[in-house]
């Protein structure tokens, strides 16, 4: 299983970076799909997730109206749009696939695969 995760960066407070991650078809489909980070020192926590069809979605309070979650399921691809970054942004962004079917859930522990991180950098 490979998940391919890009897009990370430096980028200053109030600047947006838009974050991909690419999965194998088998590994993509009929599975909910997912963002977490984890910055220095503290536990990993999610961000936001897309179920399978990519109707629904989820999101972190500290993220609500700044990040947007989109898959393209032709392209077997998950993105995280961010938009008005903040310092508190900085993070290693993980994306994570969810189990065949099952709804998006918050707890890192539901999901099966992970991707390598890449680190988001906000400067103020």
């Known amino acids: 299983v490979q998940l391919q995760a890009s897009g990370g960066g430096l980028v200053q407070a109030g600047g947006f970076l838009r974050l991909s991650c690419a999965a194998s078809?088998?590994?993509?489909?009929?599975?909910?799909m997912a963002w977490f980070r984890q910055a220095p020192g503290k536990e990993r926590e999610f961000v936001t997730g897309?179920?399978?069809?990519?109707?629904?979605?989820d999101y972190a309070e500290s993220v609500e109206g700044r990040f947007t979650i989109s898959r393209d399921n032709a392209k077997t691809t998950v993105y995280l749009q961010m938009n008005s970054l903040k310092p508190e942004d900085t993070a290693v962004y993980y994306c994570?696939?969810?189990?065949?079917?099952?709804?998006?859930?918050?707890?890192?522990?539901?999901?099966?695969?992970w991707g390598q991180g890449t680190l988001v950098t906000v400067s103020s």
């Open positions: 897309i179920g399978w069809n990519g109707v629904d979605a």
């Open positions: 994570a696939v969810g189990k065949i079917l099952r709804p998006i859930i918050r707890n890192a522990d539901a999901y099966d695969y």
């Open positions: 078809e088998r590994t993509f489909n009929r599975r909910s």
